[in-house]
């Protein structure tokens, strides 16, 4: 038997079976990345962002350490069923030296094709986050004209009737001491006794003519201080009088104050001229202020909300790590812009980007033009520097003009929807972030040649001002804005004017003042349900002070009786 060839039989082929794992270990290796690297960006992507981040397609080469990445679709986590950011395509080759140390240097990053607010096929809500909807407004209707709530203006004039009322009650309690005090002093049963036993003992004296004369004196002195009683009844029925009357009327007073409350407090907010004045930035608010949570959103994509990006200090060795861990050096923009249906050819660059723009030696800065048949003409200059801790300071630089809009939907009020089926647009905004936290955003903004829909078939229907706004508008071709966003990034202080508060302040303002009346008689209806509750008990002493008032003449009528026999 020949041992010798079956041994190096049995070695071809062990020898082959190697090879054969070599080979399958080297294609798994060759084309693991792509996968890995498309793994990665999604699922890490989509947790960075809150929302789904989606590629379409990942090329990866080892032996340039080139990679390209088709289809990046980055959600807009407050708006799931549309993209904040797709990318076509973007190509660059990695520096590998870098990685090795645990950072991703790139040099240049190539991205062709850039797509704004693009709707998605499905939602890009996590799957552990409920997709929401945007609320919509009111309209312009009582509550979006700015008027303020009846339950808040009931709730402040409370107060003040809280305290009327005491002083009424504290009045009207001192006025009945003050009576009964009185009353006290008028002559009692034991008075109305003492003089019917002075006038019988001057009765039966009158025997004689010495005896008579001597009581024809008694009766005199008896009438001389039942005179004097009687005109302290009367003294004291007067006061009663005039106490009761000043009481009363005072408490007519009090009943009356819902009607005088409502319209001192309804004239007092200067209502009347505000809403008619503010009718074209009411209509324009919702609109302007998702402009500016759409530019503060991308400007937190470029790295403008970031500060150290996890530096690490050494505090034995007194140093400070000062290059981030992530940096594209410069990013070369081409190709198609897309934003809202129109489309642009766009040429720009952004320079320094990086995960922690405190640590970078210089600022991120951002040069973008693109121009379009229908897209007009754009250019965004910026400059993020993070440089300084605590001097942090941000510009932009947005200009658009005659920018296509078709089917554009003005406002945010779906019972008060402005449709601009087509218009040019043009914009100039400019805007500074300082310290990461205070903003100073400056919006000048213009729709030219405009073609108006109003509601939906843009009949006038729906309440008294709506159809006046309607009316109004219907032959507008312009609408222009200027607005202001400024203050703390998390309370920021927005304000606009429009050309819309002139063109709607005539038509409006029929319809605002009836809006205004029913607004007073409501107020004056709520105050004087509360003021029910409280004046019944002042109404119960009010009417028991007439009892006061008989017992007074109940001793006038004793005590003058007495004078009549005499």
């Given amino acids: 038997m020949d041992y010798k060839g079956r041994a190096t039989s049995k070695g071809i082929g062990f020898g082959s079976f190697l090879l054969v794992v070599l080979f399958l270990l080297l294609t798994v290796l060759w084309f693991i990345p792509a996968p890995a690297i498309k793994w990665g960006i999604e699922t890490y992507g989509s947790e960075h962002v809150g929302a789904k981040v989606d590629v379409e397609n990942v090329d990866f080469s080892w032996l340039s350490a080139g990679i390209s990445i088709e289809g990046l679709q980055i959600t807009d986590p407050n708006a799931p069923?549309?993209?904040?950011?797709?990318?076509?395509?973007?190509?660059?080759?990695?520096?590998?030296?870098?990685?090795?140390?645990?950072?991703?240097?790139?040099d240049e990053l190539l991205i062709e094709g850039v797509g704004v607010g693009e709707a998605r096929a499905e939602s890009g809500a996590m799957s552990k986050q409920a997709s929401t909807q945007t609320e919509e407004s009111s309209g312009l209707s009582l509550a979006s004209l700015g008027l303020p709530s009846t339950d808040e203006l009931v709730a402040k004039e409370k107060a003040i009737y809280e305290n009327k009322i005491n002083a009424y009650k504290e009045k009207l309690d001192a006025k009945r001491r003050?009576?009964?005090?009185?009353?006290?002093?008028?002559?009692?049963?034991?008075?109305?006794?003492?003089?019917?036993?002075?006038i019988k003992k001057a009765k039966d004296?009158?025997?004689?003519?010495?005896?008579?004369?001597?009581?024809?004196?008694?009766?005199?002195?008896?009438?001389?201080?039942?005179?004097?009683?009687?005109?302290?009844?009367?003294?004291?029925?007067a006061l009663i009088k005039?106490?009761?009357?000043?009481?009363?009327?005072?408490?007519?007073?009090?009943?009356d104050l819902p009607n005088q409350s409502a319209s001192e407090i309804v004239t007092s907010l200067g209502l009347e001229k505000s809403l008619v004045a503010n009718a074209g930035q009411t209509l324009l608010a919702g609109r302007f202020d998702s402009w500016v949570?759409?530019?503060?959103?991308?400007?937190?994509?470029?790295?403008?909300?970031?500060?150290?990006?996890?530096?690490?200090?050494?505090?034995a060795e007194g140093t400070i790590k000062t290059s981030p861990d992530f940096l594209i050096k410069k990013v070369l923009l081409s190709g198609a812009l897309r934003e809202?249906?129109?489309?642009?050819?766009?040429?720009?660059?952004?320079?320094?980007l990086n995960e922690a723009p405190a640590l970078s030696p210089e600022p991120i800065t951002v040069n973008l033009k693109a121009a379009g048949v229908a897209f007009g003409?754009?250019?965004?200059?910026?400059?993020?520097?993070?440089?300084?801790?605590?001097?942090?300071?941000?510009?932009?630089?947005?200009?658009?003009?005659?920018?296509?809009?078709?089917?554009?939907?003005?406002?945010?009020?779906?019972?008060?929807?402005?449709?601009?089926?087509?218009?040019?647009?043009?914009?100039?905004?400019?805007?500074?972030?300082?310290t990461l936290s205070t903003l100073n955003m400056v919006i000048d903004a213009g729709f030219s040649n405009i073609d108006l829909a109003i509601g939906s078939d843009g009949e006038p229907s729906g309440t008294d001002v709506q159809r006046a706004v309607v009316e109004a508008l219907k032959g507008t071709k312009e609408i222009s804005f200027q607005g202001k966003a400024e203050g703390p990034l998390d309370k920021l202080t927005l304000s606009l004017k429009s050309n819309l508060d002139d063109v709607l302040s005539n038509a409006v303002s029929k319809a605002v003042q009836g809006k205004v009346d029913a607004l007073k008689g409501d107020v004056s209806k709520k105050l004087q349900d509360e003021l029910a509750k409280q004046m019944a008990p002042l109404k119960d002493k009010l009417d028991g002070m007439a009892g006061l008032q008989s017992q007074a003449g109940d001793r006038e009528d004793a005590i003058e009786g007495l004078l009549k026999k005499l």
């Fill in 178 to 198: 003050a009576i009964e005090g009185a009353i006290k002093t008028l002559p009692n049963e034991d008075a109305l006794n003492a003089y019917k036993a002075r």
């Fill in 81 to 106: 069923m549309e993209n904040m950011l797709v990318i076509d395509r973007m190509a660059t080759a990695l520096d590998v030296s870098q990685l090795l140390n645990k950072k991703l240097y790139i």
């Fill in 377 to 434: 003409k754009l250019s965004l200059n910026g400059v993020v520097d993070h440089r300084e801790l605590g001097a942090e300071d941000d510009t932009f630089a947005l200009s658009i003009a005659d920018s296509t809009l078709e089917n554009y939907s003005l406002t945010e009020q779906s019972d008060m929807a402005l449709l601009l089926k087509k218009a040019l647009f043009s914009t100039q905004v400019d805007a500074s972030i300082k």
């Fill in 205 to 237: 004296g009158t025997k004689g003519l010495l005896g008579k004369f001597a009581a024809l004196k008694d009766f005199k002195r008896i009438q001389k201080d039942i005179k004097k009683d009687v005109k302290k009844v009367r003294e004291v029925q």
């Fill in 293 to 315: 949570q759409q530019a503060l959103g991308y400007y937190d994509a470029v790295g403008g909300g970031t500060t150290t990006g996890g530096s690490d200090t050494s505090e």
């Fill in 340 to 352: 809202g249906g129109r489309e642009g050819e766009m040429s720009g660059e952004i320079i320094n």
């Fill in 242 to 255: 005039t106490t009761l009357a000043d009481l009363k009327k005072d408490y007519e007073v009090l009943k």
